[in-house]
Every structure is written in structure tokens, then in C-alpha cells.
């Protein structure tokens, strides 16, 4: 069995300027998965940079309030919502709310600089 604490996590800021903890990774572990998994968090008024992946994308709100952008939609999210994301989509997500936006980010395969494009 394989426990993973968030704050034993390295945090780093992402391309997209999200604050990142990547939690798993198949390059870095002897798993038998695909996916990676990442916790974000956003500061109140902060928004992450618009990127787009050439992989799909699910969002889990874990806390806070947002704005979802995907291609020219948005809709608001908040704590307990999912949202998928396809693949080649232009994407960002804001934070409206007054205390920091928490989500997972699952990428699937998983995540790859050279799969990213930020603007």
C-alpha cells in the first residue's frame, strides 16, 4: 500500500501559474497506471493562464468558487463539482471567491511539458 501525504508533495508553480503538488506520476513511481494526478490551488482573484493539452483533462473542485473556461464556454464551479476537459481545448479557470480555489487536475495519459501549450 502506497499512502501519499499532500504536504510531503513538492510544491512548484505551473506553466499555466497555478500552484502545483503533483501527487502521482508514472515516470516517477513503479505503477501500473497511465494518469497523472495533481492538487492546484489558486489565490482569491487569481486566474490560471490560458493553455490547452493535447491529452484530456478532468478537473475536481475540491474548495472554493471559479469561472471554467473551455473554448469559447465558461461556467461556474464550485467544491464538489467535475469538469472534463478535452483534449486540444483552450482552457483557464478563475478564482471569484473570497478564500483559495483547491482542485485535482487528472491528466490521462499523463502530464507532459511537451503536451502543453500555454499562451
Known sequence: MKVIPLKKCEKFISGDHCVL???LHP???KAAFRYSLAHATLKPGLA???HK???SEVYYIVNGRGLMHIDKGSAKVKAGDTIYIPPHSRQY???TGKKTLE???IVDPAWRAQDEEVF
Do not use: A, G, V, Y
Open 21 to 23: 503538488r503533483e501527487m
Open 27 to 29: 515516470d516517477k513511481m
Open 48 to 50: 490560471s493562464t490560458p
Open 53 to 55: 493539452l493535447r491529452t
Open 93 to 95: 479557470i478563475k478564482n
Open 103 to 105: 482542485f485535482l487536475c
